[in-house]
């Protein structure tokens, strides 16, 4: 079973697709889809490739943070492999709602964060309604948000290379290469007990974060 974001190419298509900004009814789609695919053992790969999940009051006002939180416990449980790539932005809980996975892969330019370094700076530094745009680069680096940060933090288990010139230059390259790493890893995991299975991702997921006391 695939799921993914589709931003789309161009203004029209951009505008078409919301920007890649799923609504509510989006999130719960993709979770009646994975539900399909655990019903009949079938493995579930998911494309992230979101700024996050729309912000309107309408979708806060039809559940978009119920929907968010409802596929982060079903896809945590989920008793079929799951496999999750971050192919250009991850945004905030609208990228986590379709990324609870076994095993997680970014591309090698893709960025993958809580929020994004515009929305960060919008928040931290603005001042009387102006903000710098040089905070964005701030923002960023304290995010710590690209694929080589989070390898480093565990956050992620994999970087796949990208073709020369990036993905966009040659899709075909980079296909090839998430369908190497997508057969590879399939046959890994689905050689896994299913309660193992679980637990392992269970355990992945408590392992992220780490923090320290400090004196006052």
Known sequence: MIIGHQKGRGTKERINRNFGQPQPEGYRKALRLMKFAERFNKPLLTFVDTPGAFPGIGAEERGQAEAIAVNLMEMSRLRIPVISIVIGEGGSGGALAISVADRLYMFEHSVYSVISPEGCAAILWRK?????????????????????????????????????????????????????????????????????????????????????????
């Open 128 to 216: 009387n309604g102006d903000l710098d745009t040089g905070e964005f680069s701030r923002a960023a680096k304290a995010l710590k948000l690209t694929a080589q940060d989070l390898l480093s933090f565990r956050i992620i288990d994999d970087i796949i290379p990208e073709p020369p010139g990036g993905i966009h230059r040659d899709p075909k390259g980079a296909a090839e290469r998430i369908k190497e790493t997508i057969l590879n890893t399939i046959e890994e995991l689905r050689g896994k007990n299913i309660e193992k299975l679980i637990e392992e991702r269970y355990k992945k997921l408590r392992r992220i974060g780490k923090f320290s006391k400090q004196g006052y």
